[in-house]
């Protein structure tokens, strides 16, 4: 009853920038955390930035200074804004959220942690 959508993925060249969105839909009470996590091949899933709902963030240490992480709380909606991307930043990248919903079936407000998108694949090469 909860879905996370990615969208802004696809193939840049090293020095690029490319501008990832996750939105929310449902019948949403609230949203806590939200983050941006990647899987690149052959690799465990990392997380690149995080959010809190009053907006503190953090990153992981190889894309400080490079991406940045927003959230528009009306919308529902967290950013990730990637510069100066690198080939090594290629991975399929997760949108990750706490999420506390209304479900019309139960007539019931629940809290789910950690709900995952479908995710979007960024490509960086020549």
């Known amino acids: 009853q909860v879905q996370l959508v990615e969208s802004g993925g696809g193939l840049v060249q090293p020095g690029g920038s490319l501008r990832l969105s996750c939105a929310a839909s449902?019948?949403?009470?609230?949203?806590?955390?939200m983050g941006w996590y990647r899987q690149a091949p052959g690799k465990q899933r990392e997380l690149v930035a995080a959010i809190t709902s009053g907006g503190s963030t953090n990153y992981t240490d190889s894309v400080k200074g490079r991406f940045t992480i927003s959230r528009d709380n009306a919308k529902k909606t967290v950013y990730l804004q990637m510069n100066s991307l690198k080939p090594e930043d290629t991975a399929v990248y997760y949108c990750?959220?706490?999420?506390?919903?209304?479900?019309?079936?139960?007539?019931?407000?629940?809290?789910?942690?950690?709900?995952w998108g479908q995710g979007t694949q960024v490509t960086v090469s020549s």
């Open positions: 449902g019948r949403i009470l609230s949203i806590g955390a």
């Open positions: 990750n959220a706490d999420v506390t919903y209304y479900s019309y079936s139960s007539s019931t407000y629940y809290r789910r942690d950690g709900i």
